[in-house]
């Protein structure tokens, strides 16, 4: 090296070392005045994160991460074995089994109707079964028990009413035809008007009649009938 470039190296070097020195203390200056008080303020305030402040922190290299995170062997087996299941597959096995419930229970109310009409159908048999014995029987005897109210409209006297709705009286008697009433030893002979009957307001499928108040008081004199009275109606 020359005379020229030695004494230029001379004069540079100390403005090196000075530069490199102010450098190197001043990053230990940061790193030990400066950070712990700023990290300090920063814990007083509540800046910093809860797993900083309790020592934990992210690994950021491969040694840093295999000794911080080492996986469970039980939980690799499982991995393996597919003993867990996704999120996404417990959502769809969800979705599944209430398509599931919904369809049977459609199903079950699907029966549950059919059943209703199957009992309602029963019974609408039964109900005619026992009518068609009734008018049977009533054929038999030539005649059934009905039972007598009262009305206050001479107009109607000598004619009995007689109760479109029930079944005996619809089926077996004629309009305008003459019927014999019986109650213990009293007898009496009445002209039938068939129609439609009202008890206490509702209309009724029983086999019920109305009488002029003195046609119902000679049929049921001598009994204790309170307006309203059984009699065997006969043809």
């Known amino acids: 090296m020359n005379d020229f470039w030695k004494g230029v190296l001379a004069g540079i070097l100390p403005t090196i070392i000075l530069?490199?020195?102010s450098f190197l203390f001043f990053d230990i200056f940061v790193e030990r005045a400066v950070v712990p008080n700023v990290v300090e303020q920063l814990k007083q305030q509540n800046y910093i994160n809860q797993n900083l402040k309790e020592g934990r922190y992210v690994a950021t290299t491969q040694d840093a991460f295999n000794k911080n995170y080492v996986i469970d062997s039980n939980i690799l087996i499982n991995l393996k074995n597919e003993s867990y299941a996704l999120v996404r597959q417990v959502e769809d096995l969800q979705r599944q089994n209430n398509e599931k419930l919904q369809s049977a229970t459609k199903q079950y109310q699907k029966i549950a109707f059919q059943q209703s009409e199957q009992v309602a159908l029963t019974h609408s048999r039964i109900d005619k079964l026992q009518n068609t014995v009734k008018i049977l029987n009533s054929r038999l005897n030539h005649g059934f028990e009905v039972k007598i109210y009262y009305h206050n409209n001479p107009e109607y006297k000598g004619e009995i009413q007689l109760n479109t709705d029930n079944v005996l009286i619809r089926s077996l008697l004629t309009n305008g035809m003459e019927y014999n009433l019986?109650?213990?030893?009293n007898k009496a002979e009445f002209r039938a008007l068939l129609r439609p009957l009202k008890v206490e307001g509702e209309f009724s499928?029983?086999?019920?009649?109305n009488l002029y108040i003195d046609d119902h008081k000679k049929l049921f004199i001598g009994t204790k009938s309170s307006g309203v009275g059984k009699a065997y109606l006969t043809w």
Request: glycine fraction near 16%; hydrophobic fraction near 15%.
């Open 19 to 21: 530069t490199g020195s």
């Open 182 to 185: 019986s109650q213990g030893n």
């Open 205 to 209: 499928s029983d086999p019920v009649a």
